[in-house]
């Protein structure tokens, strides 16, 4: 009778209001008494660039995982668990080959989740590293291929170069909205970042104009060869430029050479009235 005679689990009322709630650190989410249903965007954390001093050639890490869950029921007054991902190191480099940066931490809240990005390539090792958005291909040695990305969560990284050596920039790494970008030829310049996705329209009001999850943008060969060698700019989003690290709380990538910018989770408080929800 509660729900009018159709066959099915009758769920009770939520007014949310569509409130937005940024959750920048892990703990809990504690709903308010009448709050029973949430959306969720979940970002995890961006990958680290790759590693090396100034001239080195690192790729720029993978912007984190974000991808939304709709319709995720709580109880009244109770607290979910949840996680927000750092973002992924530039480890030190002390001597050639340099290190590939680390992959970001992934993000959590309840049993839903993103992978973190991954780590960019770094000259004389590997390629960038998949994650949820691929790091950029370090530049100099093969291999010089960007990371893989996780399909609804993000995008592959560019791939760095090595057509006149010494000169060779790095990729950028991807975002969640678009791919990282092949170092141009043949000046040493690093390969921009890939561009964030904007929540906004679902997440009114979110920290950062609801622009998350960029690439961080590959490094530049600084002082070899002609042209500007400039360094790749970081994807909107909080992508860090090429040595430049991702912006704290964005999921964006690191810059070559640089850590990755930690992640988010924002929870809309959803209006339902009683009865069945599909």
């Known amino acids: 009778k509660s729900n009018g005679g159709i066959i099915g689990k009758a769920n009770r009322a939520s007014f949310g209001k569509n409130a937005v709630v940024a959750k ?3 703990g809990n989410y504690t709903s308010p008494s009448s709050v029973a249903l949430v959306e969720v965007a979940i970002v995890s954390g961006g990958g680290g660039g790759g590693s090396g001093p100034t001239a080195s050639r690192a790729g720029g890490g993978g912007g984190g995982g974000l991808k939304t869950f709709s319709n995720i029921p709580v109880n009244y007054s109770s607290c979910t668990p949840l996680v927000v991902g750092a973002g992924g190191a530039s480890p ?5 080959p340099y290190p590939v940066g680390s992959t970001g931490v992934s993000s959590s809240f309840a049993s839903c989740s ?3 990005g991954g780590g960019g390539g770094a000259d ?3 390629g960038g590293a998949p994650g949820s958005s691929g790091g950029g291909g370090g530049g100099g040695q093969p291999p010089l291929s960007g990371g893989s990305g996780v399909c609804g969560q993000g995008n592959a990284g560019g791939a760095g170069e090595n057509s006149s050596p ?7 790494g991807g975002g969640a909205g678009g791919v990282g970008s092949n170092a141009p030829s043949p000046d040493g310049t690093g390969g921009p970042g890939g561009n ?3 929540i906004s329209p679902s997440f009114p009001g979110a920290p950062n104009s609801g622009v998350y999850a960029g690439g961080g943008g590959g490094q530049a060969c600084r002082g070899a060869g002609p042209g500007s060698q400039a360094h790749g700019s970081g994807g909107p989003g909080g992508g ?15 810059g070559g050479g640089s850590a990755g910018g930690s992640g988010i989770i924002l929870v809309k408080e959803l209006s339902a009235a009683p009865g ?3």
Not at 166 to 172: H, Q
Request: glycine content about 30%; overall charge negative.
């Open 114 to 116: 993103t992978s973190g």
């Open 92 to 96: 030190s480099a002390p001597s050639y």
């Open 196 to 198: 964030g996705s904007d």
């Open 166 to 172: 010494p000169a060779d920039g790095a990729g950028g």
């Open 24 to 26: 920048t650190s892990s």
């Open 240 to 254: 860090g430029a090429g040595r430049a690290v991702g912006t704290a709380n964005t999921g964006g990538g690191g």
């Open 124 to 126: 004389g090792n590997t």
């Open 276 to 278: 069945i929800w599909s």
